[in-house]
């Protein structure tokens, strides 16, 4: 039962343009979301976070917008640059155990020069 | 600052033999420690999660078992690997004060293929 899902595989992206990855929820006791980004090879390094009291987050060129009425989540990253080629999972935290995050698939991005 | 450190890099085993994968953070005090498992094309699972010494939450039934000898110190290991048990092995940490409450920060991870 995969509680946070991210429907697509993949994105392309022009560089200099906006990327902007989705993910999907079912929990609505989910209060914390987070976004990683992961490199082949390596772990995931973590990105931006929201909690479930705000609508939206920045932190320079990503943003990330929490919709909880429709349980959806989604990170935007202007502009796009090649150095953000990589793979982007969501992570989802349940009020009642602090300890246990879930992850979606992943979305790997790839801007095009 | 932190640092996460997980070793080895790279495990080639053979189905049948033991296991042990071993994660020590720097830089902190009392972390919650986790071990996930990444297969390929799949997202991310939690196995165990650790809140202090000797202290094991499982998460998922397998024939892995992790243990927390010190404070700063996560050990993953089994008895006798399947095929089923290749992977990307994650150690990952986290603190519930100041300001990321919570967020887990992740080691660089070992790649795990059992023949």
């Given amino acids: ?113 | 600052s932190q640092t996460i450190h997980q070793w080895p890099a790279t495990l080639v085993q053979p189905v049948g033999s033991p296991l042990s994968l071993e994660c020590t953070v720097e830089g902190t005090s009392n972390p919650n420690l986790y071990w996930y498992r990444q297969a390929a094309g799949r997202g991310l699972q939690l196995l165990f999660y650790s809140v202090g010494i000797g202290q094991i939450s499982s998460e998922v039934p397998q024939n892995l078992s992790a243990s927390r000898p010190q404070d700063r110190q996560f050990i993953l290991s089994s008895k006798k690997l399947l095929l089923s048990d290749s992977g990307f092995y994650l150690c990952a940490w986290s603190v519930f004060s100041g300001r990321a409450r919570g967020t887990q920060y992740f080691g660089p991870g070992t790649r795990l293929t059992v023949l």
């Fill in chain 1, 1 to 113: 039962d995969q509680q946070v899902k991210q429907n697509s595989p993949s994105l392309s992206v022009q560089e200099g343009r906006i990327s902007i990855l989705n993910c999907d929820y079912t929990n609505s006791m989910f209060d914390y979301f987070l976004w990683y980004k992961k490199y082949p090879a390596e772990g995931p390094t973590f990105l931006i976070s929201i909690s479930s009291i705000k609508d939206k987050n920045e932190d320079g060129r990503f943003t990330v917008f929490l919709n909880k009425s429709a349980k959806h989540l989604s990170l935007h990253i202007v502009p796009s640059q090649p150095g953000d080629s990589a793979v982007y999972f969501c992570a989802a935290r349940a009020r009642y155990n602090f300890n246990k995050f879930y992850f979606g698939s992943g979305t790997k991005l790839n801007v095009k020069p």
